[in-house]
């Protein structure tokens, strides 16, 4: 167990739809991370958030949104859903903001299916 | 972008064999991690390596950085059905900030 929480496990959902994926991150930690995985792309990130602001983006699409909260849980909304939107999303923590040696955390995962 | 390529993609062996996976790429990392992922769950730290030529062993397992910084490997020896999983590499360029890349995977898979 990594102390990071995410929640729902499974999300079925329909295109078009808008889903809401929610990540607790481990006690003391600032950071966190989103990252979506697929079969064809791997791991890929999407964005950081520390302490309540954004601090790095990646490959995420318009369609997707994030944010931190005062008590540092994140959400990543997702909107307009495509069939290639399904994909594993995975949160991370970590106590830094950046740095060699920084070690992330990750939740188990929201599995999204898109239908 | 894929920065990191893993080698092999798949790997399916017989326990108490050895093998080696690699990570490769033409870019410079300042840092590089390997990640375990089980079924399931989320990837999990291994190690993380910053210097070129570096080597760490954490009991069966041995990690080198590349002297150059731009490529690592991970050799397990008298691998286990423990050792199944997938193998993610991740490097952090410098001077970009936080963000580690990540590589494509290793999908290690040991017969009893």
């Known amino acids: ?115 | 972008t894929q920065l990191l390529e893993q080698s092999p993609q798949f790997l399916s062996i017989q326990e108490g064999e050895n093998l080696t996976v690699y990570c490769n790429s033409s870019s410079v990392f300042s840092s590089l991690q390997w990640y375990r992922q089980e079924p399931g769950e989320g990837p999990v730290l291994l190690v993380t390596v910053v210097t070129g030529g570096e080597v760490k062993k954490l009991k069966r397992l041995t990690f080198q950085f590349g002297d150059a910084r731009k490529d690592s490997s991970l050799h397990i020896t008298a691998a286990q059905p423990g050792d199944t999983g997938l193998y993610l590499c991740a490097g952090l360029p410098p001077n970009t900030g936080n963000q580690f890349y990540f590589g494509t995977g290793t999908s290690l898979t040991v017969i009893p």
């Open chain 1, 1 to 115: 167990d990594s102390g990071v929480t995410q929640t729902p496990k499974h999300l079925i959902t329909a295109t078009g739809q808008r889903v809401t994926l929610r990540c607790s991150p481990r006690s003391g930690d600032l950071s966190v991370y989103w990252y979506q995985q697929s079969l064809d792309q791997g791991l890929q990130f999407l964005i950081q958030y520390y302490n309540g602001e954004e601090r790095a983006k990646g490959n995420i699409l318009e369609r997707f949104s994030a944010q931190q909260f005062p008590d540092l849980h994140s959400e990543l909304n997702l909107s307009s859903l495509e069939l290639g939107d399904s994909a594993l999303y995975f949160c991370a923590s970590s106590v830094a903001l950046a740095g060699r040696y920084n070690e992330q955390f990750f939740g188990p995962g929201t599995r999204l299916t898109v239908l």
